[in-house]
């Protein structure tokens, strides 16, 4: 089974900063890896999916990068309403699918 | 629009069973894999079962293994997640969401809204 670690934990940025969330598969999964958005009571949103290609809908503050086992999701300038738990997803080597543990975004 | 919308959760003692449904509406359901995901209470998500487009083919986590059963009708599009002697870890928010492609190796780009399963006694 690939593990994700996703770091941080939780992240507290000032409106209009750039946040840096990571993403690390424990073998490498190619760029078969996906980015969700989840807000509290909320489903999950896909957000980015093959590790850079934005959904439709994502705004395009949103950027994926990375590949192998190394990944990275930025917010260029951080509003209000991204304050969510984001989660990554590998769906190279499965089943199972697995995902990270969630890095928890908020505003400083 | 794609939408996809859970039913079927609720109360249930320990080694009880509960089926829960699924709906899809918005593109040609047999075309895709449907995943069933659970989060458990301030938990992450945590993959349970897909199934693939034409249903020929189901996948579990081993923590589910041999006590839940996916399967899909096609002329209704409609998937379901049949759930057996069911454990208070299994208590969770069970999502629907669905697959790029027939086969299940994709990402989730459309989810429902979730249905809660509460085992307890």
């Known amino acids: 089974e690939v593990v994700m670690t996703q770091s941080p934990v939780a992240l507290s940025v000032s409106p209009g900063e750039r946040a840096t969330l990571s993403c690390r598969a424990s073998e490498t999964v190619s760029t078969n890896l996906a980015w969700y958005q989840q807000k509290p009571g909320q489903a999950p949103i896909l957000l980015i999916y093959?590790?850079?290609t934005r959904a439709s809908g994502t705004p395009a503050r949103f950027s994926g990068s990375g590949s192998g086992t190394e990944f990275t999701l930025t917010i260029s300038s951080l509003q209000s309403d991204d304050c969510a738990i984001y989660y990554c997803?590998?769906?190279?080597?499965?089943?199972?699918?697995?995902f990270g543990q969630g890095t928890k975004v908020e505003i400083k | 629009e794609v939408q996809v919308l859970e039913s079927g959760g609720g109360l249930v003692q320990p080694g009880g069973s509960l089926r829960l449904s699924c709906g899809a509406s918005?593109?040609?359901?047999?075309?895709?894999?449907m995943t069933w995901v659970r989060q458990a209470p301030g938990k992450g998500l945590e993959w349970v079962s897909t199934v693939t487009g034409g249903g020929g083919t189901t996948y579990y986590a081993d923590s589910v293994k041999g006590r839940f059963t996916i399967s899909r009708d096609n002329s209704k599009n409609t998937v379901s997640l049949q759930m057996s002697n069911l454990r208070a870890d299994d208590t969770a928010v069970y999502y629907c969401a669905k697959g790029t492609r027939g086969f299940g190796d994709t990402h989730l780009d459309s989810w429902g809204q979730g249905t809660l399963v509460t085992v307890s006694s």
């Open positions: 093959s590790a850079s």
């Open positions: 997803q590998q769906y190279d080597k499965w089943p199972p699918f697995t």
């Open positions: 918005g593109f040609i359901f047999s075309n895709f894999a």
